[in-house]
């Protein structure tokens, strides 16, 4: 079975600061994707950011990027210039590249952006 | 836009109540999902259905079942609730194309159980 791993419950930064969120992952798979979420405060997840694990080149999303690092089984999500709307739920989370698209999520870091 | 909604945003039941949570989406997406998600432990699915009437269990679907009559229209049921099933509720839908497409959310349904 795949498990998901964020070892940062919360995590604060100033406005415009930069950020990175940790994420690990344990799976026999080769091939997967990988996805960051996020959860505003009362309002829906939504997709940050995702990565086929077949590819080598990190995704970059304007100013969210990920730190893809295969070997080592982790998929950090770093935020750039960080704004006050980037206060949130995220969430990393596995799927497998074959079979039922299912998400299996991690515990999720609360994300504070101060002014 | 995908739209997925969900029936309530909160909901208070007593224990042992029957409890519905009912998801719609408007994007003919083959998949659907439900999950619950609890501080600490982040988004747990409980069941999901690629078809219509087609169902399979997720990782915690004791005490949960669903119904998929319609393409759109995914069910969670709560046969007794209990105060252990307290949560927030989410539905998510996807299409059947293909691992990298993402899943979209509803807003939720925070549950409490007396």
């Known amino acids: 079975a795949q498990t998901v791993t964020q070892s940062q419950p919360e995590m604060s930064v100033q406005e415009a600061e930069t950020v990175t969120l940790s994420c690990t992952y344990d799976?026999?798979?080769?091939?997967?994707?990988l996805f960051w979420y996020k959860q505003p405060p009362s309002r829906q997840m939504i997709l940050v950011i995702r990565q086929e694990a077949y590819k080598q080149q990190n995704a970059t999303e304007n100013r969210f990027s990920v730190n893809f690092q295969k070997a080592a089984k982790s998929f950090s999500l770093k935020i750039s210039d960080s704004q006050l709307g980037d206060t949130a739920m995220y969430f990393c989370?596995?799927?497998?590249?074959?079979?039922?698209?299912?998400?299996?999520f991690g515990q999720g870091t609360r994300l504070t952006i101060n002014p | 836009d995908v739209k997925v909604t969900q029936s309530s945003r909160y909901l208070v039941k007593r224990t042992g109540e029957k409890v519905f949570l009912e998801c719609v989406q408007d994007m003919d997406h083959e998949n659907m999902f439900w999950y619950r998600q609890d501080p600490g432990l982040g988004l747990r699915l409980i069941y999901f259905s690629y078809d219509v009437k087609m169902k399979e269990k997720g990782d915690i679907p004791e005490g949960y079942s669903v119904s998929r009559e319609k393409k759109e229209r995914f069910s969670l049921i709560l046969e007794s609730a209990s105060t252990n099933q307290t949560s927030m509720y989410l539905c998510?839908?996807?299409?059947?194309?293909?691992?990298?497409?993402?899943?979209?959310f509803g807003p939720g349904t925070r549950l409490l159980v007396l």
């Open positions: 989370a596995f799927m497998k590249f074959q079979g039922a698209q299912k998400l299996v």
């Open positions: 799976t026999s798979e080769n091939n997967y994707y």
């Open positions: 998510a839908s996807s299409p059947q194309t293909g691992g990298l497409e993402t899943q979209y």
